[in-house]
Each structure stands twice: as structure tokens, then as C-alpha cells.
């Protein structure tokens, strides 16, 4: 089992940034990609942006791309999501995923608990 813990939600003007992080408790996470994704009222849960584990490739939702950066900390077994430019629209839940294989999906192995993320105009 593994436990993921998001933190560093809140709210920001347009314009913007914050910085999410998510704690995992497992030590190895090889062969796992880990991300984000984000669900605003009255719509369904996107995928944000991923990144692999052992390689740290990385993807992104296309309208985050250019915006939104992820990384991970291998030795603290952490990904972060460095968000920059906030628009109102970006005002949603985010919650950290973890999957076996190179791509997060909505059946991903486990999730954390959601962080919010609110954008004001």
C-alpha cells in the first residue's frame, strides 16, 4: 500500500502561482508513473500531468502545457506542481495519482486526498 499526501493548495489572484506537492510513503517507486489530476464543480476529473518515476518524462494536459511544470524528488518521494500564470479556470480539486506503467489514467493504483486550488478573477 501506498499513502499520498497532497499539500499547498489555496487561493491566488489570476495571474499567480502556487506550488502543490505531494508526499508518498513508499521508499521505491520504480516502474510507476505519478502525477496529477484536478475536478472543478460540475465537471469531471481531468488529467493534469504526469511524470515516470525512474525517468522523468513527463506529460501534460494541453491546457496547462507551457503553464504548469511537474518534478519529482526521488530521495524524499515527492512530486510537485509548480503552477504559474493561474486562471480562473485552473480553480479545482487537485489530487496526486500513482500508477504502474507509463500513464496515468482515471484507473490509477492510488490517489491522495485532494488539495484545493481556487483562483480568483
Known amino acids: 500500500q501506498v499513502q499520498l499526501v497532497e499539500s499547498g493548495g489555496g487561493l491566488v489572484q489570476a495571474g499567480g502561482s502556487l506550488r502543490l506537492s505531494c508526499a508518498a510513503s513508499g521508499r521505491t517507486f520504480s516502474g510507476f508513473v505519478m502525477g496529477w489530476f484536478r475536478q472543478a464543480p460540475g465537471k469531471e476529473r481531468e488529467f493534469v500531468a504526469g511524470?515516470?518515476?525512474?525517468?522523468?518524462?513527463?506529460y501534460y494536459q494541453v491546457s496547462v502545457k507551457g503553464r504548469f511544470t511537474i518534478s519529482r524528488d526521488n530521495a524524499e518521494n515527492t512530486v510537485s506542481l509548480q503552477m504559474n500564470s493561474l486562471k480562473p479556470e485552473d480553480t479545482a480539486v487537485y489530487y496526486c495519482?500513482?500508477?504502474?506503467?507509463?500513464?496515468?489514467?482515471?484507473?490509477?493504483?492510488?490517489w491522495g486526498q485532494g488539495t484545493q486550488v481556487t483562483v480568483s478573477s
Open positions: 511524470i515516470t518515476w525512474s525517468g522523468g518524462s513527463t
Open positions: 495519482a500513482a500508477q504502474l506503467g507509463n500513464k496515468l489514467t482515471n484507473r490509477a493504483d492510488y
